[in-house]
């Protein structure tokens, strides 16, 4: 069986899968305090069983969601010696979508916006993930249909399109293909750090 961990947005979310099977589920949309309420709602979702492997969302997302998530996939997977991947966020969502071709788009840090596109059969992105203020990204991202957190913000700005306001969830992760659920454990932050070294 495959744990899955999903803290990335404002969502704290995990999921036992066998294969396609969702074996059982927590999903909780809680803003903050994914560092509080991740390990007990793994504990309470695995009682005494313990996962074959674990993948975790690696982002883009909250900077601090994204390293809680990380980071207590690797201990447990340290503990446990079980194999650790990772997924992003953006297909994830994606994934969750019907649709031949459909865009995501996350808020982002300093009011710009993740964004990045998907197609089907099977799901594969159409570009790579960017970072764009709305005004960049309504002019760089062409699918009529929009999910995420940022999607009305996009849809609004391009005067066209369908937004739909979605969340990654963990359990969602048996609709990917196996190519986009093997990136390596590390965060993807799909921005660079505001801070900078000092010269």
Aim: proline residues 7%.
């Amino acid at each position: 069986m495959i744990l899955v961990i999903e803290t990335a947005t404002a969502a704290c979310s995990v999921a036992l899968l066998d294969g396609a099977e969702i074996v059982d589920e927590r999903h909780d949309e809680i803003g903050r305090g994914h560092a509080e309420r991740l390990l007990p709602m793994i504990a309470d979702m695995l009682g005494t069983s313990r996962p074959a492997s674990i993948l975790v969302d690696c982002g883009p997302g909250s900077f601090t969601g994204v390293r809680v998530g990380v980071a207590a996939a690797q201990g447990l997977a340290i503990g446990w010696q079980v194999p650790l991947a990772g997924y992003s966020s953006m297909a994830l969502i994606a994934a969750s979508a019907e649709a031949e071709e459909v865009a995501v788009a996350l808020q982002g840090g300093h009011g710009q916006l993740f964004v990045q596109s998907f197609r089907y059969g099977p799901l594969e992105p159409l570009d790579d993930l960017r970072s764009l203020t709305p005004e960049e990204a309504a002019a760089a991202v062409a699918p009529d249909l929009v999910l995420g957190s940022g999607a009305e913000a996009l849809v609004s700005m391009r005067g066209r399109g369908r937004a739909v306001d979605a969340m990654p969830r963990a359990a969602d992760v048996r609709l990917l293909p196996e190519a986009l659920r093997g990136l390596p454990a590390r965060p993807i932050y799909g921005r660079a750090p505001d801070a900078r070294p000092m010269q």
